[in-house]
């Protein structure tokens, strides 16, 4: 369990979304420090998607309150998302643009200063050049990836919100953006929040995970810990205790 | 990161530029989409030109008339195109699954419907500047001669145009996909509504109430006044512009409540139906 944060990067109030027939958020705490990286974990259905998406703006809280670098989201969402970006499965890229036509346009909507230059680092540093003037509609999975984290990192965001980052990809792709990701948060001192079903990903990149099930969470601590607690060997078979229903997860106080 | 000043304030033109940029490079990359804007327009002034001069060979009243039904035609593409124009641009970021993107950038809502204006524009002259340099050529008739007269026309119809495809924006937003057909049509409900052939005199007397309350129906009256009887009717703009005004405000104010409803019941990522 972990002690609140002074001046967290993103707060989340006894958060409460219901729609029509069904509560996907159901009154969740949590608070995330600056610099950290926490994983949102949980079975299909727990919540975890629709916790995002209030952080980011998009959904408006039945109850409760999310703020993000101070600002109400989604009221003062303006305040706070030029600071913040997200990749996500859900959303793509416009095909037919080229990657450099395609950066140059976000690159604008976040506000940087001189675009051109940031599109140069970002293809250094994301290996990008090679496709940077091919639509974003023919490259290869592992190359759309890339793209669309030189999309996330346009803007050199202090909160980076990832939502499945490396579905989709092979092993040594998948590896290489974890790489690309740890570099930046360290670099950075970026908040990064990720949502992932893959337990190996979770226990490289974060120092905290917060398990929810049925839109509630249900445990939040570091992945040793939990790992230690549940007397499992790795973070997959604690997933699975949790989910199941076999392990005793406690009441996290909010 | 350093940021253009200029970025954050609430309205700001280098967003607006972002997404004009956007769809100018996919208009740019697709010459069916180019295609596209031309062919319609110049199909429909094409049939209903030789209509008119059939028409004028065996009427002699009609014949007074000239060059009104190939106006109509222009006048309507101004009307629909304009609305299309705006629902296609922001239509292709559904399609494109971009929409979420958007959602979650820094661009405003209000930013958003000024660049969507600013691209139906340009779709709609890159279809109607060609198609007009046709009419003179085929038929002898100039649409740019009606003047200050024609600029007052374009710009009650943008106006028109303008608010329902806003309005039809926040439906999609809403509603996803399942709304899309309503981009396509909704606009043919003004067709037989707003007069754009015919006088509103042809009309029952109770369907003129509802065609007086619809702004293009005062532009396609004034229209064939300046055609037929040489009279620019004034009163008949300063009606449409205050009709227009409401129109506007209403479809504004639709949207904005449509987009809290989508942030409220968690559409705005969905791209379905």
Not at chain 1, 241 to 250: K, S
Not at chain 2, 10 to 26: M, Q, T
Not at chain 2, 55 to 75: E, K
Not at chain 2, 214 to 236: C, K, S
Request: net charge neutral.
């Amino acid at each position: 369990m972990h002690a609140p944060a002074s001046n967290p990067a993103i707060a989340v109030d006894r958060l409460v979304k219901a729609y029509k027939t069904v509560t996907a958020v159901d009154g969740i705490s949590f608070a995330l420090e600056r610099g950290t990286c926490t994983a949102l974990l949980g079975g299909n259905g727990a919540g975890k998607t629709t916790t995002i998406s209030t952080i980011m703006g998009l959904v408006e809280p039945t109850s409760g309150q999310v703020t993000v670098l101070g600002a109400v989201m989604p009221r003062q969402r303006h305040l706070a998302l030029h600071r913040m970006n997200f990749e996500s499965p859900y959303v793509n890229m416009p095909m037919r643009l080229t990657v450099r036509q395609n950066l140059n346009v976000f690159g604008m909507l976040y506000g940087c200063a001189d675009v051109a230059g940031r599109i140069r680092a970002l293809a250094e540093e994301l290996e990008l050049s090679d496709f940077l003037d091919r639509p974003t509609g023919k490259l290869s999975s592992g190359q759309k990836t890339r793209v669309a984290l030189a999309k996330s990192l346009i803007n050199q965001p202090e909160i980076l919100l990832l939502d499945e980052p490396t579905a989709s990809l092979d092993p040594d792709t998948a590896d290489w953006v974890r790489g690309r990701l740890e570099h930046y948060r360290k670099e950075r001192g970026a908040t990064v929040l990720l949502a992932s079903h893959n337990m190996g990903e979770v226990e490289r990149l974060c120092d905290r995970v917060i398990m929810m099930k049925t839109g509630r969470i249900v445990d939040d601590d570091t992945p040793e810990r939990l790992i230690a607690r549940y007397g499992r060997s790795n973070l997959e078979e604690v997933f699975l205790d949790i989910a199941r229903g076999r392990g005793e997860p406690r009441e996290v106080a909010q | 990161m350093s940021v253009m000043p200029s970025d954050r304030v609430a309205y700001s033109p280098r967003r607006v530029a972002a997404i004009v940029l956007r769809h100018w490079y996919l208009l740019r990359s697709s010459w069916p989409r180019l295609f596209d804007l031309m062919y319609w327009p110049a199909v429909q002034m094409l049939m209903w030109g030789f209509l008119q001069m059939y028409v004028a060979q065996n009427s002699g009243s009609f014949a007074r008339a000239a060059g009104t039904f190939i106006a109509s035609v222009m006048l309507w593409d101004v009307l629909f195109r304009g609305q299309l124009g705006f629902s296609i641009s922001f239509l292709e970021e559904m399609y494109a699954r971009n929409m979420g993107n958007l959602m979650m950038s820094p661009l405003r809502p209000i930013e958003f419907i000024g660049a969507l204006i600013i691209i139906s524009m340009i779709r709609l002259a890159i279809g109607m500047v060609p198609v007009s340099l046709l009419a003179i050529v085929w038929f002898g008739f100039n649409l740019w001669s009606m003047g200050f007269a024609l600029a007052i026309f374009f710009l009650n119809l943008f106006l028109t145009s303008w608010a329902v495809a806003i309005f039809v924006a926040g439906l999609l937003l809403r509603n996803g996909l399942g709304a899309e057909s309503l981009a396509w049509g909704i606009m043919f409900l003004f067709l037989p509504l707003t007069c754009v052939y015919y006088p509103v005199a042809v009309l029952p007397a109770w369907l003129q109430v509802f065609a007086w309350m619809l702004p293009p129906t005062y532009v396609f009256e004034g229209m064939r006044a300046l055609l037929i009887d040489n009279v620019f009717r004034a009163d008949l703009m300063v009606q449409a512009f205050a009709l227009n005004a409401v129109l506007f405000g209403l479809a504004v104010a639709g949207f904005l409540m449509l987009l809290r409803s989508a942030r409220g019941e968690g559409t705005l990522l969905q791209g379905g139906d």
